[in-house]
């Protein structure tokens, strides 16, 4: 019979290392991954799935990491906005396309939710075909579920397209 | 807010999660994508989640394209993405992928499961009233074994199903499309991806000289249930060309009874009722029409 816990020892391949820690089962992923994992970059907005600030990928898939249980993550691959950029081998980083183009952009204003759009974002365009143009409905498609206090939209947008136009470029 | 503490176990089997719920204050978790922000604003303090990602079998779309049972079957684990992208689903009940697409945004698509909303009951969910609109039906498995119930049974109240724990729902199964049928999903938000101000899924049959012979639409975030309206009436023997949509759309308009709230006046949700179903029936017919 499958015990009750209180209280879990998980193993989490973040970033490309693996972490273990000991968790309360109510930990949030979120909260595990910040707290736990000392890893700050994922931010917490509203904690409850409405802003996705905290969005980070699952085994390569975006989730909400506020809607997520640190248990239920043992043994996956959690990649967060630290994990974006490669490294570049010779002790620097080179960029993820999608920051690339929020630089270009000047998609970012405070930055608060900046985490949560670069993951979701960088996700959503890889999921796609790179050597066709991106669609407006694309675009609203992948940055729809992420709320930007600043109202930043418009250059949000516009470095989605411009991250694909990169990605675009790369492939060819 | 943080989620208040409770127990947690992660069985990899049916029986053992039985087992499990049986206990007092227990809670099936699947997607959780409904059931963590009630954890978190404390709407919900169950003493133990009995996670049941685990459990083998409940992971797959089975599509039965034509004969007796033709269908689409959805296990309790299969996520509203999987869903949405399930051509072969898509063909045999197009109505799974065009409702899915509306669900939320990606992220919470990847994790949220199409039969735990189902589960959850939530009028303004869009998979609820898809059930209801294709007249399907879900299995529940309890200790003492495992039944089939129709949708009318399923559903009593707004969050409220009829089955009560333990018990889990391991499958929802949506019949196939009828032939010389289209079908159209259409939904009002503040915010795109937000919960529907109001939505609509229809489905249109004709006869085999393209009149209308029947004519059924289900709402979303409109009554408490989810609730089927037959429309035939108003546009019944007309064909597709002619038919007039707008009186369906009025029709539909005096059979619907929505509340107000934050979000919109009963009124405004009337209104869109009328607007929706003449638009979704126009396109359904269309579809027909062209199959």
């Keep these: 019979m499958t015990d009750v816990s209180t209280e879990r020892a998980i193993t989490v391949t973040v970033n490309g ?62 990649t967060t906005v630290e994990g974006l950029a490669r490294e570049d081998g010779q002790g620097g980083q080179i960029l993820h396309p999608v920051q690339e183009a929020f630089r270009e952009c000047h998609a970012l204003q405070c930055g608060f939710c900046t985490p949560g759009f670069l993951m979701t974002m960088a996700a959503g365009l890889e999921a796609r075909d790179p ?35 990169l990605m675009k470029e790369a492939a060819e | 807010m943080k989620p208040a503490p409770f127990g947690y176990a992660d069985p990899t089997s049916l029986d053992e999660a039985l087992a499990l719920l049986s206990e007092e204050g227990a809670k099936v978790l699947a997607g959780g994508q409904s059931l963590l922000p009630l954890l978190s604003m404390r709407l919900a303090s169950p003493a133990t989640l009995v996670d049941i990602n685990k459990v083998p079998g409940l992971d797959t779309v089975d599509v039965t394209p034509s004969g007796d049972g033709a269908g689409v079957r959805v296990g309790a684990l299969v996520r509203h ?55 399907g039906s879900v299995t529940v498995a309890t200790p003492e074994g495992s039944s089939a119930i129709d949708w009318a049974d399923f559903f009593v109240g707004p969050l409220e199903t009829s089955v009560h724990s ?44 393209s009149r209308v012979v029947s004519a059924r639409a289900a709402y979303i975030s409109v009554g408490l249930v989810p609730e089927v309206h037959d429309l035939t009436e108003a546009v019944a023997g007309r064909p597709v060309a002619e038919a007039d949509w707008a009186a369906a759309g009025d029709l539909a308009r005096s059979l619907v009874d929505p509340d107000g709230d934050l979000h919109a006046s009963a009124d405004y949700r009337r209104l869109l009722v009328g607007v929706l179903t003449e638009r979704t029936l126009a396109r359904a017919a269309k579809e027909a029409a062209d199959r």
């Design chain 1, 17 to 78: 290392v693996p972490r273990e820690t000991t968790v309360p089962v109510r930990r949030l992923l979120s909260d595990a991954l910040r707290h736990d994992l000392q890893l700050t970059g994922t931010h917490v907005g509203c904690e409850h799935g409405v802003c996705g600030a905290c969005t980070v990928l699952v085994d390569g898939t975006p989730v909400r990491s506020c809607l997520v249980l640190a248990v239920q993550v043992d043994g996956t691959e959690v």
């Design chain 1, 131 to 165: 050597s066709t143009d991106i669609t407006d409905d694309e675009v609203d498609e992948i940055v729809g579920g992420n709320l930007c206090r600043c109202t930043g939209y418009a250059n949000i947008k516009k470095a989605c397209r411009r991250a694909a136009g």
């Design chain 2, 81 to 135: 993405a999987q869903l949405l992208h399930h051509a072969e689903a898509a063909q045999v009940q197009p109505l799974l992928a065009r409702a899915t697409s509306n669900v939320a945004h990606p992220a919470i698509r990847n994790r949220g499961t199409t039969v735990g909303s189902i589960a959850h009951a939530d009028p303004s969910g869009e998979m609820t009233s898809v059930l209801a609109l294709t007249g």
């Design chain 2, 166 to 209: 333990p018990a889990v729902v391991t499958d929802a199964f949506f019949p196939a499309l009828p032939p010389r049928s289209g079908t159209a999903f259409e939904e009002v938000s503040r915010r795109k991806g937000d919960y529907a101000v109001c939505g609509a899924g229809v489905t249109v049959t004709l006869d085999e000289d």
